[in-house]
Each structure stands twice: as C-alpha cells, then as structure tokens.
C-alpha cells in the first residue's frame, strides 16, 4: 500500500550464464525481474523483499517468435503483445493470440511478458494484502472462512488454499498442450504446460514449477494442433484490466462431422488451468450439437465444490463448454 | 435570447497543459530542500491505541520529523481526524514520518510500532442496530453531519425477527418526514409495490490520489492540494492547520478527478503543512498511494432500504412510503439518505409520501458525497421498480413515467418534506425528446430473445440533482491594456465549468474572448469567495456571480464616461470594448477607462467595495485594488425555491445469459439544463458522466471482509470503475431546447450529477427487461448476479447483505 519500493540490489546479467550464477550465489535471496507486472505490485506494497533482483529482460535470445518443424518457439521474454500481434501465432494458435489480447491492459501487454504472465503469482485478495495465510507461510486461509469474500476462489482441487490461476495463457498454453522449457545452472529441461502449473498440494506457496535458480526461457507449442478449430473464451467483468472469472481454451479436430480429437482446459477454477476431461471424453466421437452441449453442461464442472460466492462459476463452466463445442458446428 | 458567448463552443485555456502533461498537479510541486512524509496508517477497523513507539523509526537514516495524533487537534465526536488516536477504520493514519527521501520514510514508518487494543468492530448497519450488535464508535452508533449528533440508536429484537431475512427491519428513525395522506394513498391504490433494497458503496477513484505539498515562508502557509473547489477549500482548510484563512496561500490549479470526494478541504491536506510547521517551514511533500486513496478518499454510501409505492390505474404515483438505513461510514459522513426522500419526490411528483432515515456508523473508510449523493441511489432502485410496475399495470412504462414527471416549465412540481417549489423543470420534455430521438418504440418491439442466444432490451433512467445556489461573489479587473480578468475561485474540477461561466462576465462588458484571462488557481490570484465546485450548482451559481460582477463593472465603466466625456451615465452604451455615446460619436476605451479608474480610486479600484460582500472576497479586493476597473459585487438577484438538474436516459442493451455479460448497444441522455452554457463541454460531461454511472450499475466492487474489516478491493483492477472498452464507443447526448431556467440572468442550471444516476438507472432498468422483469433490487448488478439468475439459482449473498459486492 505504502507504493515505495524497499532497497534492493539490481543485476540486469546479459546472458543466461551470468543470471545462472547470479541466482545460485544470492539463492533464496534472489528474484527474477522481466516485465514486472507482477513484481513491482509486491515490492510496492512491501509483501516481498528480495534483496537480489535479477533483470532478466537483457538477456539475448529469450525474446521473439518463431517456426520450427514440429513446434513454434515463443521466448519467455516475448511481450503479450507481440505475441497478440504475430501473424505466426494467429495462423496457427489463435487462442493463444485471443488469450494474450485478453490479459490486463494494452499498456500491460506492451510491458508484460508470456513467461510473466504463466509464473505470475495468484490474485487472491487476501494474500495479495499480506494476510499471513498458508500460501504466504502462515496457517490459514482467509478466503476460506465461512464469511469470507471468494467470489472468485477455486470450485476444484484446494488444499488449504482456494486461490486460482491469474494466467489467461496459462489456459490457453495447457489446451495446446505447450512445453515450457526452463534453465538452471546451464542445463535445460523441458516440462510439459500442464504440469507446469502446480496446486497448492504439491507446493503451496508456488504456482508453477519454477524453484529459486530456475528460469523460464522458452515456450514451445506443437504444431499438432496448428490448423484445428480452436476457442477461447474469457469471462470478467471488465473488458479490459481484469483477471478471468473463468476462462475456457479448447482446440479439436473434427473429421466426417465428428470430433476425434480434443484438449479443452479451463482457468479461473482452480489452482492451475483445469483441463476439462470430462467434457473431452464426452466429445470424442460425438457430433456436436444441442445434445452434446446440454450433456456437457451437465458433466463440466462434475466435483465442483462452491465457497460462499462462487457458485456461480458451476453453470458458467458448463455454459462456455458448451459454447465451446457450439463453435465447431 | 442571442449571444455572443453564452451557448458557443470555445477552448477553455486549460485545455492545452493538460493534453501535452505541461499541467502541474500538487504532486508536481518539486523545491530544493523537500523532504517526503508517509503515514502509518491503522491496520484495524477499531481500536483503541494504548502506546506508540517511535524510537526505532526517529533514529532511522534521513529522518527530520515525525508527528503524533497528540500533536494535531482531535475532532469531538465522530469527526474526521488528521492523525488519530483513536481509529475507526483500517488506513486511518495514526503517525506521519518525514525524511529527505520517500524510501527513508517509509522505511522509517515500517519501525514504528503501535500497541492496539482491538474493539468490536461493525460494517453491516443492521448489525450495529441490533440490541447487542457492536458500535463503530464508542460515542454511539448512530451520526450524520446534517441535523444528526452522534447517539447510540438500538432496534428492538422484536423489529427483526418480525422482518425476517428478506425485508428491512424498521425501528426509530434519525431522520422523518412526511405530506399528504400516504395511508388513504395506499387505499386508494390499484397497485401497491413493496421492495427492499441493497445500493452498494462506492469509492471514488480519482485518477490523481489526494496528494499534498506544503511549505511556510514569512507566517504565511502554502499548501498545494488536489480540491475541486479553490476558494471554498481555504478557510476549513485553515481552520485545520489552525490558522487564519488570511495566512493560507491554497493552489488549486488542477484537480485529476473529484466526483464529490475532494468537494473543498479535507483533513489529509493539512498534513503536510502540520508537518513542515514542525520543521520550520521546510517543504513537505505527501505522495499519496492507489491503496492510500482508496481507504481515505471518501465513498459514496451504501443503503439497505425498503419503499413501499401505491398507483392508480393511470400509473400515477398516489403514495410512497420509504426507509433507509444508511451505511454513515466511520465518521459523520454524508446526507446521501436525506437526499432518497427529495429526489423521489421531484421525479415521480408523488401526491404523498412519508420518508424515514437513521445514518448507522461503520468501521469502513469515511463517507462522502459522490456524484448525485443519494439521488442516483434512488434512481438505480426506482427506475426498476417503475418497469415492474407498468408490467403489472399492463402499461408501457414511458407512459407511467409520463404520468408522473414534472414539465412544462415546472410551475406545478413541488419537491421535498415542505412541498417548495423549483426554478423550472422540463423532465418531461427531455423524456418526450429521447423517445423521439431513441426510437424507443421501434427499439422496444425488437426487445426479447435474439438468434445469437442473446436477449435484447431497452430501459429508460431518470435523476434529479439540486443545482444551483445564490448570494456568492464575483469579481472582474479591466487593467490599463484594456483586458478583461475574471477572478474566480470556484475550481477546477475538471469540467470547465469554470471557464464557461467566466464568459458571462465578458459577455455583459461585450468582450472578445481574446481580450479575457481568466485569473483561478490560487489564493494568489485573488480568488472571490464562491462556493466550491460540487452538487451540479457552478452553472446556476456563478453565472449569477459573474453576471452581478460584470453588470457591476459596465455601471462604473457607464459612469467614467460620464466622468470622462460629461452627461451621465445612462447617455453612454458599451460599444467594441469602448464606452460609448448613444449620441454623437465620443467614447473612450475600456483600457483609458481603467486608467481613470485607477486615478479615481474609491469603489472604481476597488479601494472601497460593498460591506455585504464575503471576508475573503474583500480580501482578494484588497489585493488587486488600485489596479484597474474593479467590479466587484455579491449575487443580489431573486431566486425562490430548488435549482432541479434533471436528466432522461435510453438504452438499449444486449444481456448473455449464459455468462451474465450486458452489451451497451446504444445509449442516449437528454437533460434539462436551462440555457447551454457550453456545448461541446455538455456533450463530453453527459457521455463521461454515463460512463460512470455504467460503472456504478455494473461493474464496481466494494467489498469488506466481515470477520476482519477489511477491504477486498482497494486497487483498480480489483474495484473495477469502467474503461472505454466496457461502454459503446460512440453515445449520444442533448438537451431539452428553448427552457431558459428564468431565475438565471443567462438562464442556465447546472448539470453534472443526475447524468450519472439516469445512465445507471436505465441501465439496470434494461438489464431487469432483459431478465422478464426480475427485480435484483440491489446495485450493482453484476455478471455472477445475472448467470445465477439465468441458472435459477439463488444468490450467494444474503438479501440485505452489505459491502459484499
């Protein structure tokens, strides 16, 4: 709240090796800068201290799009807008190019990044506020009280925490079944986009995978589905500046009328972006139409658990299912 | 009638700075040797401070002051402190530290430590008026700056338990008032309706935060500060520095937003001149935060009501009977519950009504007037009502609108607990105009399901502001080069107000606009006392100020011909920036008539001026006289009864029922605003104040945590005002032609407030259409609200549930 930055120690390293270094010598201490979106609300509130921040935005090489045989490359550092603008990306991946239009604000976009935007922490007002809760290391959750305000906590897999994904993205890079590729101390590894983002069982003061000495270089989306039909859709009460209620990514191949194939995930729901298998296997083989809408609306949110404002997210779950499959008729 | 000015697009002069960022704001104001305050605000909604310590933060590097509560005056009862020593609210500031750097304060606040003790804390009214329920305040419960000291009011269980979940309980009322036969009105009636209600608070959100700068320099002190008004602000601004209003020099050039929430002084702006007192006048600058503003900067208020209305057959409104429990704030707040009982009784023109009212303090941030306080409450719950009731009357609804609304002129209208009369009121003409210009009839049989599985609708807005006062001062110079300055100090909002009534003033002298400088800003600019920029009256206002300043300077301009030339004053007309002969051709130039002026002193410089006008205007005299032509007088002309503001508004919408998202398809808002004064000004006010009131109908969140008291939603994207991208790029806006408000010398009233509400209104009056007329009877009306309905669902708050949304 106080908008004044603590005092850090800023490195802006050029290469991957100098920002590897930088991260194991300062180890818990260290935090990475890209667009910092995310960041400077921390630092401006003085929730999170860093005493090491490493700008990671002048390293060569993470920043850009393009074509490879079986894949399209997306540097972490690629801003949300070039990203929204590539024709590349529209051709292929409309609904990462939807999602990406769909993030914050164009003044956001310009500055934010895509390997922002999927490490990005959750927006749950309460810890954003610096209450002690689990996820900020202490031991309970304020938006899980039974008055609390959780209009726009999770229906699916909470553990203590009810927080949900902020990445519009994020939902997007699961349905396409994207592969994050991240560095650490010279050494790349690749993981897949839906296991990319964690909940709260696994780790429950991160989102994603990343632990401190990691860094998200590189996005990579199969081609498989370049070329499918493809949806997006993002529900929020603003147009613009504002985070998901849900969001739902779908891409599917229809062949003879029928659908054969289908990745749907959807945001806003829980922890990380929730793929959507119940609707998947109710599609496959099956001729979209009112009957597979209706039976899709019916088996969305299956296991849905509602806190005291959000059950609204039930049948909104099933109602952008269902206009997602209503998109391929 | 013909003008010159009056009703002509111009390019107020402001204009310019502020596209190009030149426009200094307070947070602009940078001098050698400023040093930066932060606060250390409450982190409770209530509680009593048992010690502070400072040692840590004092010792911290860059440190030079740091001020206690004890330092600065504690206000009585549920006043708003500067720094308390007894918090009401979360973000109340308790301490401020000042250091050489921002980093260095703040560092510094974050070692100061407060022992609190924790008291029951309240943010729900009708909590606070149960027999055991807590009180926001350990004076009482209950308090209001108009007419209602601060007292303990409880409400019988019995009250409760015979309203049950669903309907207002009602005990003792604060507030009463009551004509007419309201019981034989209810008898009388073919329909009766009897709702109760939720209108969520609202923060006010100006773009530039409550910033400050101050300094003292030979027993004088300046402060910069983001106000609305400019010389309304200077003598309680003075009086909470504890000085005399003599001794502030206050610029107010710009203001980045108001809406009511920076309406004249407010006890943050002291700090900074507290502060630098304390440091031997060194310059303080006090940059306020996003989350700062939010838990300082005033909301409107939030009501939990019930209304009870009888109609004939014909529509007309025979009986109103209403409650509101008000939502006061943690301190004495605002009348916006008052203003529930006028403003139904100027739109509907009800033959009877009684109205009842109790402001209930709460633990959340202070209350202030925002943009039709009160009023655009009304409209967002009446207008809706008004769509269920001409269903069930199987009546269109314009047509029981019509049956209600004053027009005409307003001769017959009457308004409030007395029954007084308005200046003029033309709402049914500006209804009448938008069907006409809406195609509200084709509109409406296009309403209802379309192939895009969306449902269409329409929805019609009213609201009403008071517009305009009296009895004000105005002042105008004609130096030696002949120019003509207008001397304001009414503010600078935003709206240009100031500019376009500054040309009545060059309109009664004849002027060509390129010969006026308007002098505002500033106590240095020797500002008139005029009341401050707020509550839609700048119009109505200060056209009668500047018209009695101008009409002042050509009486002295007639007599200096006459002094000059012979004969007298009435042988001489104003001709081209000259006085002139009526017969014969002498004349001499304004410019040698203030040079003569000068030479003659007395009342023509200024050295003498009418005992009636207010202290500081004769102050602002004293600084200008002797330097040309001085026209200076107080507003003297007659005005009888209300200055009503009225607006109609048609919109057409588009409602998703599968993800509760509402299209603005088209909207158009038609006022009543007398005499345009300016028309591109209007324009651009009607579609921004639409705008805003889209935001209070749809998008806007005010949320507090019941179990801590403390806010959801402090930043922008979790409060959710609108962007451009939420309303339709394009909407129109008009006004009724030809209604001159006749107790306006230039015939003008204001406008500002009731665009806000008639927007809003018909919005949610579409958004009800839309949904085969359910009632939300709770505003704002968002997408959850809307998919849960479409779901058959319940709602997940409560349906008296406040501050949850």
Redesign the interface.
């Known amino acids: 709240?106080?908008?004044?930055?603590?005092?850090f120690d800023l490195y802006q390293p050029t290469n991957l090796d100098e920002a590897a270094k930088l991260l194991k010598s300062h180890g818990k201490k260290a935090w990475i800068l890209a667009g910092g979106k995310d960041s400077f609300d921390w630092f401006?509130?003085?929730y999170k201290r860093p005493e090491a921040v490493i700008d990671i935005s002048k390293i060569k090489g993470l920043n850009g799009i393009s074509e490879k045989a079986d894949y399209v490359s997306i540097g972490a550092l690629t801003t949300l807008t070039d990203i929204e603008e590539s024709a590349l990306i529209e051709k292929h991946f409309p609904i990462l190019s939807q999602a990406a239009g769909r993030v914050?604000?164009p003044q956001i976009r310009n500055a934010g990044t895509l390997g922002g935007n999927v490490s990005q922490d959750t927006r749950c007002?309460?810890y954003r506020?610096g209450f002690p809760c689990y996820r900020a290391g202490g031991n309970t959750c304020?938006a899980n009280?039974p008055?609390?305000?959780n209009?726009e906590h999770a229906l699916f897999e909470a553990s203590r925490c009810v927080a949900v994904t902020p990445s519009d993205t994020g939902t997007a890079l699961v349905a396409l079944d994207a592969t994050m590729m991240i560095s650490r101390d010279g050494k790349t590894r690749s993981v897949p986009a839906e296991k990319f983002f964690i909940g709260p069982a696994i780790d429950i003061t991160r989102m994603t995978v990343l632990e401190k000495g990691d860094i998200l270089t590189e996005i990579r989306i199969p081609k498989k589905w370049a070329g499918s039909k493809q949806y997006f859709?993002k529900?929020a009460?603003?147009?613009?500046?504002?985070?998901a209620?849900i969001s739902v990514a779908m891409v599917a191949k229809v062949d003879g009328g029928k659908v054969t194939d289908v990745r749907m995930s959807c945001g806003g729901v829980q922890c990380t972006p929730r793929r959507m298998t119940n609707v998947e296997d109710l599609m496959k083989g099956e001729k979209p139409g009112k009957e597979l809408e209706t039976l899709a609306k019916r088996v969305a949110a299956n296991g849905a658990k509602a806190l005291?404002?959000?059950?609204?997210?039930i049948?909104?779950m099933g109602?952008?299912a269902?206009?997602a499959i209503r998109s391929l008729a | 009638m013909a003008y010159k000015l009056i009703g002509k697009n111009f390019t107020p002069p402001d204009i310019e700075s502020k596209v190009t960022g030149a426009a200094k704001y307070a947070e602009d104001f940078r001098t050698d040797g400023m040093v930066h305050l932060k606060i250390f605000a409450s982190p409770m909604p209530h509680a009593k401070i048992k010690s502070i310590d400072i040692s840590k933060a004092k010792s911290m590097p860059g440190v030079v002051g740091v001020l206690l509560p004890t330092e600065v005056k504690q206000p009585k009862d549920a006043g708003h402190a500067i720094l308390s020593n007894y918090p009401v609210y979360v973000g109340q500031p308790i301490v401020a530290v000042a250091a050489e750097t921002e980093q260095q304060a703040q560092d510094a606040v974050d070692k100061i430590r407060v022992d609190m003790e924790p008291l029951a804390f309240c943010i729900d009214p009708l909590e606070s008026l149960k027999p055991s329920g807590p009180d926001a305040n350990q004076g009482g419960n209950v308090a209001n700056r108009k007419g209602v000291k601060l007292q303990k009011i409880k409400w019988s269980g019995k009250d409760f338990a015979i309203a049950g979940d669903d309907k207002l309980p009602m005990g003792k009322a604060a507030t009463e008032w009551k004509y007419g036969d309201v019981e034989g009105g209810f008898k009388k009636a073919k329909l009766v309706l009897e709702e109760s209600f939720v209108s969520s608070a609202n923060a006010h959100h100006a773009m530039e935060p409550r910033s400050a700068a101050a300094y003292w320099a030979n027993g004088k002190c300046h402060v910069y500060g983001s106000t609305q008004s400019s010389s309304f602000a200077v003598p309680s601004l003075a009086k909470y520095i504890g000085i005399k209003p003599g001794q502030l020099n206050l610029v107010t050039e710009f203001c980045g937003g108001g809406f009511g929430g920076k309406a004249y002084s407010y006890p943050l702006m002291a700090l900074p001149a507290l502060m630098s007192k304390k440091l031997n006048g060194r310059p303080v600058m006090m940059r306020v935060s996003r989350g700062e503003e939010f838990l300082n900067g005033m909301a409107r208020a939030a009501f939990q009501g019930w209304v009870k209305i009888g109609f004939a057959e014909n529509g007309r409104i025979l009986a109103v009977d209403s409650f509101v429990v008000q939502d006061n704030g943690a301190t004495t707040g605002f009348w916006d519950y008052q203003n529930f009982g006028d403003a139904i009784s100027i739109v509907f023109q009800p033959e009877s009504m009684r109205f009842r009212g109790i402001p209930v303090l709460t633990n959340t941030p202070p209350k202030g007037a925002q943009r039709g306080p009160g009023e655009n409450q009304t409209a967002n719950i009446m207008e809706p009502i008004i769509e269920k009731a001409a269903k069930k009357l199987g009546m269109d609804s314009l047509a029981l609108r019509l049956a209600n609304v004053p027009g005409r002129g307003g001769d017959s209208a009457k308004i409030g607990a007395k029954q007084g009369p308005v200046t003029s009121a033309y709402l049914r003409e500006a209804l009448e105009t938008g069907a006409k210009k809406f195609n509200y009839d084709a509109r409406k049989k296009k309403a209802g399901k379309q192939a895009n599985g969306k449902i269409r609708a329409v929805g019609i807005g009213e609201a009403y502001h008071a517009a305009g006062y009296n009895g004000w001062d105005g002042m105008v110079r004609i130096t030696p080069d002949g120019k003509l300055h207008v001397h304001t100090g009414v503010g600078n909002l935003g709206t240009y107000s100031y500019a376009a009534t500054s040309r009545v003033a060059a309109e009664v002298l004849g002027y060509d606009w390129n010969n006026v400088i308007i002098e505002r800003g500033g106590s240095l600019k020797a500002m008139p006392f005029n009341i401050g920029q707020f509550g839609s009256n700048t119009s109505f206002t200060m056209t009668r100020t500047n018209y009695a300043a101008g009409m002042d300077a050509k009486n002295k301009l007639l007599e200096i011909g006459a002094i000059m030339m012979g004969g007298k004053a009435d042988d001489y007309e104003l001709k081209n920036e000259k006085v002139v002969a009526k017969k014969g051709s002498k004349s001499i130039t304004f410019a040698q008539a203030a040079k003569k002026a000068i030479e003659l002193g007395g009342k023509y410089s200024a050295k003498e001026v009418d005992k009636d006008l207010k202290g500081l205007t004769k102050m602002a005299a004293k600084m200008i006289a002797g330097t040309g032509l001085i026209g200076v007088a107080k507003d003297k002309l007659p005005k009888k009864g209300t200055v009503p503001a009225l607006s109609a508004a048609f919109i057409e919408i588009e409602l998703d029922p599968e993800t509760g998202n509402v299209d603005i398809l088209d909207h158009l808002l038609i006022s009543d605003v007398g005499q345009v004064l300016h028309p591109q000004g209007l324009e651009a006010q009607i579609r921004g104040g639409a705008v805003m009131g889209f935001g209070l109908a749809a998008t806007e969140r005010y949320i507090y945590d019941p179990a801590y008291g403390r806010p959801n939603a402090k930043g922008f994207y979790q409060a959710k005002p609108p962007s451009y991208l939420d309303v339709p790029l394009k909407t129109d806006a008009g006004w009724v032609e030809n209604v001159a408000d006749k107790q306006n010398p230039v015939g003008a009233k204001g406008v500002g407030e009731p665009i806000q509400g008639a927007a809003s209104s018909a919005y949610l009056a579409a958004v009800s259409n839309a949904l085969d007329g359910h009632l939300f009877n709770r505003v704002p009306v968002v997408a959850d609200m809307i998919v849960n309905v479409a779901a058959k669902m319940p709602q997940s708050n409560k349906p008296l549930q406040i501050n949850c949304q």
Do not use: C
């Open positions: 709240m106080s908008d004044v930055m603590h005092s401006k509130d003085r914050a604000s007002t309460y506020d304020y009280t008055t609390a305000m209009r859709e529900i009460d603003r147009n613009t500046w504002d985070f209620l005291n404002y959000n059950q609204f997210k049948p909104l109602n952008l269902a206009r």
